[in-house]
């Protein structure tokens, strides 16, 4: 069964630093795919990256990067120059087997909060 | 485009009452997908439809929840009886079928169960 792991309940990280979010995943599938969200304190769920299990290169989106390490099994987040309104709960989610049909599921969440 | 269309925001409601709460995905998905958020239990995925068809209901806590997709623009989450238990914010989510099937969510269903 797919699992997916975040060890940081929280992170308080100083504003204009990098921030590294992790993300350990289990699946016995050789096709899946990885995202984060972000979900600031208003709720809204807020699509940030996407990682193909195939795809040669980290995924790049802006200040947001993903650091695909496949042998880990692990999908890190990684926001540079940190904002203050970078500060939320960063979710990591599998969806396993490329498959309109599949189902995607959810870590248990970071909280980040970034310092001026 | 318009996003997924949750209502009820907001939903307060005395214990034993029935609850609906609706969705509307965004045009052309054709994957639907019901969570559950609590702060104890994180964001759990109660059941997906795919094509209109449930897929995986394991998620489904109990009997009193129950989930409809009549058409591919509409579903709901029922839940009745409603007990406090299950005050907690509720997301619809869709997915097409484009590179990643990322999905996207509704601003979500805050229910209160009192």
């Known amino acids: 069964a797919q699992k997916i792991t975040q060890t940081q309940p929280g992170m308080f990280v100083q504003e204009k630093e990098a921030v590294t979010l992790d993300c350990t995943y289990d699946?016995?599938?050789?096709?899946?795919?990885l995202f984060w969200y972000k979900q600031p304190s208003s709720g809204e769920m807020i699509f940030l990256i996407y990682?193909?299990?195939?795809?040669?290169q980290n995924a790049t989106e802006g200040r947001y990067s993903l650091n695909f390490q496949k042998a880990r099994k692990s999908a890190n987040l990684v926001i540079s120059a940190s904002q203050l309104g970078d500060s939320a709960m960063y979710f990591c989610a599998m969806r396993e087997a490329y498959s309109s049909a599949s189902k995607i599921i959810f870590g248990s969440g970071t909280r980040l909060s970034i310092r001026p | 485009d318009a996003g997924v269309i949750q209502s009820p925001r907001h939903e307060v409601t005395e214990m034993g009452q029935e609850v609906t709460l609706r969705c509307k995905p965004i045009?052309?998905?054709?994957?639907l997908f019901w969570y559950r958020q609590t702060m104890m239990r994180g964001l759990e995925l109660l059941i997906y439809f795919n094509n209109n068809v449930p897929i995986d209901d394991s998620g489904m806590p109990e009997d009193r929840f129950s989930a409809k997709m009549p058409n591919a623009s509409f579903s709901t989450l029922k839940i009745q009886p409603s007990e406090p238990r299950d005050s907690a914010v509720y997301f619809c989510?869709?997915?097409?079928?484009?590179?990643?099937?990322?999905?996207?969510f509704g601003e979500g269903s805050w229910l209160t169960v009192v």
């Open positions: 990682q193909g299990s195939y795809d040669e």
């Open positions: 989510a869709s997915r097409g079928t484009g590179s990643g099937n990322t999905i996207y």
């Open positions: 699946t016995s599938d050789q096709s899946y795919g």
């Open positions: 045009s052309g998905h054709n994957s």
